[in-house]
Structures are given as structure tokens and as C-alpha cells.
């Protein structure tokens, strides 16, 4: 072997060695970077996982409010009017005759109409089955009758929960509902 060729192996092969040292830095570099990258990706994965299980504990307290309502207006009453009308009553005086429907899935109790000091309510009070109805009659305590009148009645439900429904008549309209121009009902 000539001394050129001795130098040129001699090169290559230093060469060699200094290509394989910097292929092992590039590689535990890129070693280091992937071990880096998957730390962060176990801990992203992990606060991942602690918000998904928040947001299915929240969803789960939302279904069961949801179902808690839900049984609530399933057995709370809805009170609306029926038809409502006027007649002579004794002495030749006008009254009101309201029939009041209960359209929801729970009984009426303590069905009351509000005393606006111009009417008086017979019956004053009443319990309304679901389904089931009621002609209340109302006199009114002047000789006079307005014939647009509002009529409220509070009732509860068998949650202990109280609600008021305004009834809005005008008599000298005469269609099927009897002159019924709204119904308005609210959480008292």
C-alpha cells in the first residue's frame, strides 16, 4: 500500500468515525426531542381526559335537572279559559260566566279567582281535576258591568309550586271562544 492510499483510508475512515459521531448526536438529539414531544403529548392527553370527565359529570347533573323538570311540568296544571259568556242575573244584573279548563298533567288546587274588588267569584275557591272543568261565575259588586275585563285566578300545583293565570274578556266581541282576547299564565 502506497502512502497515498494509507492517507486517503486514513481520511476516510476519520471521516468515517466523524460522520458516525454526528449521525449519533443528530440521532439522540431527535431522541431527546421525540422524548420531549411525547411527554407533552401524555400530558395534554391527560388534561384531555380530566376535561372530558368534567364535562360528562356536568352533562350527567344537566340530564338529571332536565328529568327533574321535566317530572315537574308533567304534573303541573295549566288553566285556560274554555268560553265565557253574560247573562241577566237577579234584579236584572249582568254576570259573567267563565269556564276555566285544566289542560295540564297535574290537578289545580286552591283554584282561586284574584278579587279585584268589581266581581264576586262563585265558587269562590275550587279544586280542578286534570282534564276536568269549571264554570265559575262572576257579580259584579256595581250596577254597571264593564264589558272588557281581566280576570285572574292563582292555583297551585302538587309541588307546592303557586301560578296565576289573566284572562282578558271582551264581551261585545262575539265569536267562539266567547270574547277571550288572551290568556297570560306565570309562575306566581
Keep these: 500500500m502506497s502512502y497515498g492510499q494509507a492517507c486517503a483510508t486514513t481520511v476516510s475512515d476519520s471521516q468515517a468515525i466523524d460522520i458516525q459521531a454526528i449521525a449519533a448526536v443528530v440521532q439522540a438529539f431527535a431522541a431527546a426531542i421525540v422524548a420531549v414531544l411525547t411527554w407533552?403529548?401524555?400530558?395534554?392527553?391527560?388534561?384531555?381526559?380530566?376535561?372530558?370527565?368534567?364535562?360528562?359529570?356536568?352533562?350527567?347533573?344537566?340530564l338529571a335537572e332536565l328529568r327533574e323538570a321535566r317530572a315537574a311540568a308533567a304534573a303541573r296544571p295549566r288553566i285556560y279559559p274554555l268560553g265565557v259568556g253574560h247573562s241577566d242575573?237577579?234584579?236584572?244584573?249582568?254576570?259573567?260566566?267563565?269556564?276555566?279548563?285544566?289542560?295540564?298533567?297535574?290537578?289545580?288546587?286552591?283554584?282561586?279567582?284574584m278579587d279585584d274588588g268589581l266581581f264576586s267569584s262563585d265558587p269562590p275557591r275550587a279544586h280542578l281535576a286534570e282534564h276536568d272543568n269549571m264554570l265559575f261565575t262572576f257579580t259584579p259588586r256595581a250596577s254597571v258591568m264593564d264589558y272588557h275585563n281581566t280576570f285572574v285566578v292563582a292555583y297551585g300545583d302538587i309541588n307546592d309550586d303557586r301560578w296565576v293565570t289573566r284572562v282578558e274578556?271582551?264581551?261585545?266581541?262575539?265569536?267562539?271562544?266567547?270574547?277571550?282576547t288572551s290568556v297570560l299564565t306565570e309562575r306566581a
Excluded: F, H, W
Design 89 to 113: 242575573g237577579p234584579g236584572g244584573l249582568q254576570m259573567v260566566q267563565l269556564r276555566l279548563i285544566n289542560l295540564g298533567g297535574g290537578p289545580a288546587i286552591d283554584l282561586t279567582p
Design 169 to 180: 274578556v271582551d264581551l261585545t266581541v262575539q265569536c267562539a271562544g266567547g270574547g277571550v
Design 40 to 62: 407533552r403529548l401524555i400530558v395534554a392527553t391527560n388534561a384531555y381526559v380530566a376535561t372530558t370527565r368534567e364535562q360528562v359529570k356536568a352533562s350527567q347533573e344537566q
